[in-house]
C-alpha cells in the first residue's frame, strides 16, 4: 500500500515547505511525478493549507496545531498519498480530494471539537484511514465511488461524534472502531456487490450503528461491548448470500435490529451478559437462516421470517443449537411464513414467555423451558407442521392450535406443579401426545380429521 513516508534530504523531488504565524495561508501546485510538498503551521487561529498534485506517485502532508485551520489536499493520478494532521483544533477540517487509481488518504485530528474529516475518493482501489481522538462533536465524512475502495475510521474518547461512510461499486470495504464514546453516531451506507463492513463499538452509552447495503455478497459485523442503551440498525437487501453478525454483550438497554431481504440471507444476533436489551431480526426472501443467542435478565427476541426455507436455530453463538434465551424474565416471539420453515429455541430461567406463529408448508417448532412460570403458546397453519413443547417448573401453561389439514403432530410434556395444557388440531393424521407429572393438572385435546391419536398421562 503506498502511503506517506517522511521526507529526507535525499529525496529528489520538488519540496515545498512553508510554517506560518496568525491567519496563515499556504497554496502550494506540483505537476508531474514524485513531488512531495509539506505544510508546517502551528498557533494559526484561521490558517489554511491548499496542495494540489497532478501526476503520479506524489506525496502532500500538512501539520495544523493550535487554531482552527482547514487543510485541503487535491490529487489526481495514480499511487498518491496524502495526509492532513489536526492538534488541539476547533471547527478544523480536513478534505481530501483524489481521482485515479491506487490513490490513499490519512487524517489525523487530536484533541479538538467541531472539527471534519473529509474524503472524496473517485477511481478504483482508493483507501481511506481516517482518526480521531479526544473529539467533541466532530464528524468523519467518507464518500468513494467505483470498485475495490477501502475505508477505515477510528474515534476515540469522546462525545456526540458522527462518522459516515458513503461506497458505491464492486468489493467496497469499510472498517470503522469507536471507544469510550457518548451519544455518537457511526453510519455506513454501501452499494454494490461483496461488500464488507465492520462495527466495533465499546465502553460507551448511547451510541447508534447504522448499516445499509445494497447488492450481492454482502457481510456485515457489528460488535458493541459494555455498552449503554446502545442502537445498533442493520438492513440488507438487493442480492444474495448475505450475511450479518450483531454482538451486543456485557451492556444493558441496548436494541439489536437486523433486516434482510433477498435470498439465502444470514443473521447471528448475540446478546451475552445483557440487561432489559431487545433484538429484532426481520427476513425476507428464500433459505434465511437466524442463529439467535441472549443471556441475562429481562431481554426481549422478535423474529419475523417471510419467504421459503427459513430457518431459526436457537444457538450457543454460531454454534450447536443448543438453546437461545439463558437468564430471566425473557419473551420470545417467532413468526415464520412460507414453506419448510423450522424453529428451535431452549429458555432457562424465570418468568420465561414463548408466542409462535408458523404459517406455511413443512414447519416444525422445538422448544424447552425451564424453571418459572413458563408460557409457551402458539399457532400452526399448513402441512406437515410439528410442534414439541418440554416445560420444567412452577405455573406453566400450553396451548397449541394447529388448522387447516396437513400431518400434524403436538407433544406436550410439563413437569411440577400447577400445569395446563390445550392442544387444537384440525385436519388429517394429527397426533397429540401430553405428559403432565405432579400437582394440579388440566389437559384438553380436541381433534378433527382422519387418523388422529390422543395418549394424555397425568401422573
Known amino acids: 500500500m503506498f502511503q506517506y513516508k517522511p521526507l529526507a534530504a535525499a529525496i529528489l523531488a520538488l519540496v515545498s515547505i512553508q510554517a506560518f504565524a496568525d491567519d496563515s495561508l499556504s497554496t502550494q501546485t506540483q505537476n508531474g511525478m514524485e513531488n512531495v510538498a509539506e505544510v508546517l503551521q502551528t498557533a494559526a487561529p484561521f490558517s489554511s493549507a491548499t496542495q494540489t498534485q497532478t501526476g503520479e506517485g506524489n506525496n502532500a502532508f500538512a501539520d495544523q496545531a493550535g487554531g482552527n485551520g482547514t487543510v485541503t489536499q487535491t490529487q489526481n493520478g495514480e499511487y498518491n498519498a496524502s495526509t492532513g494532521v489536526q492538534n488541539t483544533e476547533a471547527e478544523g477540517q ?3 480530494v483524489q481521482g485515479g487509481e ?6 489525523e485530528q487530536w484533541f479538538g471539537q467541531n472539527n471534519n474529516a473529509n474524503v472524496n475518493q473517485s477511481g478504483n482501489a482508493n483507501e481511506a484511514f481516517s482518526f480521531q481522538d ?4 466532530s464528524t468523519v465524512d467518507i464518500d468513494q465511488v467505483d470498485s475495490a475502495n477501502k475505508a477505515d475510521v477510528e474515534q476515540l474518547f469522546g462525545q456526540g461524534n458522527l462518522t459516515t461512510i458513503n461506497q458505491g461499486g464492486l468489493d467496497n470495504q469499510a472498517g470503522t472502531w469507536q471507544v469510550d464514546q ?3 453516531t457511526l453510519s455506513i451506507q454501501q452499494s454494490g456487490e461483496q461488500n464488507e463492513a465492520y462495527v466495533d463499538q465499546s465502553l460507551g452509552i448511547d451510541n447508534q450503528v447504522e448499516v445499509f447495503q445494497t447488492g450481492e455478497s454482502g457481510y456485515v459485523e457489528v460488535w458493541q461491548t459494555e455498552q449503554e442503551s446502545s442502537q445498533a440498525v442493520v438492513e440488507q437487501g438487493g442480492g444474495a448470500l448475505n450475511e450479518l453478525v450483531v454482538d451486543q454483550s456485557f451492556g444493558s438497554g441496548n436494541l439489536a435490529t437486523m433486516t434482510q431481504s433477498g435470498g439465502a440471507n444470514a443473521a447471528w444476533a448475540d446478546q451475552f451478559e445483557s440487561t432489559d436489551s431487545i433484538s429484532t431480526v426481520t427476513q425476507t426472501g428464500n433459505g434465511n437462516l437466524a442463529l439467535t443467542y441472549q443471556q441475562g435478565e429481562n431481554l426481549n427476541l422478535t423474529v419475523t421470517q417471510n419467504g421459503n426455507d427459513n430457518n431459526i436455530y436457537a444457538s450457543n453463538w454460531q454454534g450447536a443449537q443448543e ?3 439463558f437468564g430471566a424474565d425473557q419473551i420470545v416471539e417467532l413468526n415464520q411464513s412460507g414453506n419448510g420453515n423450522t424453529a428451535n429455541f431452549t429458555q432457562e430461567g424465570n418468568f420465561n414467555e414463548l408466542y409462535f406463529d408458523q404459517e406455511g408448508d413443512n414447519n416444525a417448532l422445538v422448544v424447552a423451558q425451564r424453571d418459572g412460570a413458563n408460557l409457551a403458546e402458539g399457532t ?5 407442521n410439528s410442534v414439541e413443547i418440554d416445560q420444567s417448573g412452577s405455573d406453566n401453561l400450553s396451548r397449541i392450535t394447529q388448522s387447516d389439514g396437513g400431518d400434524n403432530f403436538a407433544s406436550i410434556t410439563q413437569a411440577d406443579m400447577n400445569n395446563l ?4 388440531q384440525s385436519g388429517w393424521a394429527n397426533e397429540a401426545t401430553v405428559s403432565q407429572s405432579n400437582m394440579n393438572m388440566t389437559s384438553t385435546i ?3 380429521g382422519t387418523g388422529n391419536v390422543a395418549i394424555v398421562a397425568q401422573q
Open 380 to 384: 400452526s397453519t399448513g402441512i406437515g
Open 134 to 137: 479526544s473529539q467533541l462533536s
Open 421 to 424: 395444557s390445550i392442544i387444537t
Open 323 to 325: 438453546g437461545g434465551q
Open 446 to 448: 380436541d381433534q378433527s
Open 182 to 184: 457518548t451519544g455518537s
Open 102 to 107: 491506487w490513490n490513499n488518504a490519512h487524517s
Open 94 to 96: 480536513v478534505i481530501h
